[in-house]
T-cell receptor, first 113, second 111 residues
Framework: DAGVTQSPTHLIKTRGQQVTLRCSPISGHKSVSWYQQVLGQGPQFIFQYYEKEERGRGNFPDRFSARQFPNYSSELNVNALLLGDSALYLC????????????FGQGTRLTVV | DAKTTQPTSMDCAEGRAANLPCNHSTISGNEYVYWYRQIHSQGPQYIIHGLKNNETNEMASLIITEDRKSSTLILPHATLRDTAVYYCIVRVVGGNTPLVFGKGTRLSVIA
């Protein structure tokens, strides 16, 4: 079975641009969460979606938004990119809203120049 | 903020047991202890979790003290592939709580 897949794997953007990152959860998983990991730190929670509804939001500015589609895949959008948005963006899926084990993808490495 | 304290780094000889400590002195009665690890350039991987009893699976054992204020993750026979950052996380199960990662412990397994 395929695990959590994220695309693209690497991305370079210019300050002020917008970016969309994509995540396909494990088949049958209805919950998707997004995390940002800057170099040297642990991942930080951005959003959680379950059954296409936002169920949790971390301490990130409104430039960050996300959505979940009927097939449970998800997109993370970041507008007006800043240099500080450079990070590894991780997607995690789990089978239930009140997840126990979360399965992470390999991440998208975003570099803002 | 993370509710756990872990050593920044540890070394372990290949084939020996790796014992990774974690302090969580403010843990609540409804919070579980989770362990994840992150191998370089990969996403975090779930290892094990527990409430108050010791737990064992194919990857590791989790020993939680009776007062639940600390725990130890044990990798019984460490291999070079176990070199990673190990995160100890406390989390309420049954709510909408996300995983709150600290900086973890960087374990280096040495041949």
């Amino acid at each position: 079975d395929a695990g959590v897949t994220q695309s693209p794997t690497h991305l370079i953007k210019t300050r002020g641009q917008q970016v969309t990152l994509r995540c396909s959860p494990i088949s049958g998983h209805k919950s998707v969460s997004w995390y940002q990991q800057v170099l040297g730190q642990g991942p930080q929670f951005i959003f959680q979606y379950y059954e296409k509804e936002e169920r949790g939001r971390g301490n990130f500015p409104d430039r960050f938004s996300a959505r979940q589609f009927p097939n449970y895949s998800s997109e993370l959008n970041v507008n007006a990119l800043l240099l500080g948005d450079s990070a590894l963006y991780l997607c995690a899926s789990s089978s239930r809203q009140h997840n126990t084990e979360a399965f992470f993808g390999q991440g998208t490495r975003l570099t803002v120049v | 903020d993370a509710k756990t304290t872990q050593p920044t780094s540890m070394d372990c000889a290949e084939g020996r047991a790796a014992n990774l400590p974690c302090n969580h002195s403010t843990i609540s009665g409804n919070e579980y202890v989770y362990w994840y690890r992150q191998i370089h350039s990969q996403g975090p991987q779930y290892i094990i979790h527990g409430l108050k009893n010791n737990e064992t699976n194919e990857m590791a054992s989790l020993i939680i003290t009776e007062d639940r204020k600390s725990s130890t993750l044990i990798l019984p026979h460490a291999t070079l592939r176990d070199t990673a950052v190990y995160y100890c996380i406390v989390r309420v199960v049954g709510g909408n709580t996300p995983l709150v990662f600290g900086k973890g412990t960087r374990l280096s397994v040495i041949a």
